[in-house]
């Protein structure tokens, strides 16, 4: 495909320079919760045979669409409050499920947390979907009765699945350790899940990154913010999605991040307080710093074009 072409979104679509030049540095600029709205890439959603476009969902959720075919990459649709989070027992909430999901031919998860692995039985169950992801994340879809027809283990050895446009290979990879040098709730998920249940039975899992191609071009998702560069060789994404929460616990990981994968496009994600209603205001979380994140993906030479994606908000790659 003429790639340079493709990625390009309508110049009235782009945040302008003054948009993008950093707010005062220091301690308020990392703690601040505020978005402004003229970061944000604007986009009505593309029409159904697009060749390839992607959909926000908060967190590290999204949707992938190539030529009317749909894959989601961890879902999290069902919020929680942090009281909810903190001393309950959580399941997906099938209410919102219903609203926000129209179509889902597939769901892939590249770890179990809850906060990535919550929603997809319930989606795969109202849709008929396949599901692809580590055994963790599928003992959990065991755990809500979705059949085995439905499921897809990837080990992360580099095998291709085919699913309609798209060719999804998962990599081998690890949580950010950002819990006082820890990665929260550590272990596995080894025999299948109920829920309702509290957010430590969502074990991390084995950790994964995902990739898919189609004929608009490649996608790769980081939904924890760390890397192992080594299984990752000879991979290259047009458009990465990147989970800025947690990269302070990764030395230097925006520009390793873009040297090993070197993308045209890069969508930050899992910035925003997954504990707020999905139709509440968006917030980013405490400490992120989205704009500090953004400022060091532009240090790093042959930068990539980035697009902050607002809540449910659409980009198309390749029409």
């Known amino acids: ?85 903190a001393l309950g027992r959580i399941a997906p909430d099938p209410l919102r499920i219903r609203a926000d999901v129209d179509r889902a031919d597939a769901i892939a998860v590249g770890h179990s947390h809850f906060d990535h692995a919550l929603d997809a039985p319930a989606i795969a169950k109202l849709h008929g979907s396949r599901v692809y992801g580590a055994s963790d994340t599928l003992n959990y879809c065991r755990g809500a009765g979705l059949e085995e027809s439905q499921l897809f283990e990837i080990q992360g050895d580099g095998r291709v699945y085919a699913e309609g446009p798209f060719q999804l290979t998962g990599y081998r990879s690890e949580h950010s350790p950002f819990l006082a040098g820890k990665v929260p709730f550590p272990g596995r998920i080894a025999k299948p899940l109920v829920a309702p249940a509290p957010i430590s039975a969502w074990r991390v899992g084995q950790v994964l990154t995902l990739h898919a191609q189609c004929c608009g071009g490649s996608v790769h998702h980081v939904g924890s913010a760390a890397l192992v560069e080594a299984e990752l060789r000879g991979v290259q994404a047009d458009v990465v999605l990147a989970c800025t929460i947690g990269r302070h616990a990764t030395p230097q990981f925006a520009r390793r991040l873009v040297e090993c994968l070197r993308p045209k496009v890069l969508i930050p994600c899992h910035w925003d307080q997954f504990w707020r209603p999905i ?3 968006v917030k980013q979380i405490p400490g992120n710093d989205l704009q500090g994140f953004l400022n060091e993906v532009a240090a790093v030479p042959g930068a990539p074009e980035v697009r902050v994606l607002p809540m449910r908000g659409w980009t198309t790659i390749a029409a």
């Open 1 to 85: 495909m003429g790639r340079d072409q493709s990625l390009q979104a309508p110049p009235a679509q782009q945040p302008t320079a003054q948009a993008l030049r950093p707010p005062a540095s220091g301690l308020l600029q990392r703690l601040t919760t505020a978005v402004p709205e003229s970061l944000y890439h604007q986009q009505d959603r593309p029409p159904e045979q697009t060749r390839l476009a992607l959909q926000w969902l908060g967190t590290a959720g999204f949707r992938l669409l190539c030529q009317g075919h749909h894959l989601w990459f961890d879902p999290h649709l069902s919020r929680h409050s942090l009281s909810q989070l």
């Open 279 to 281: 139709d509440a205001p």
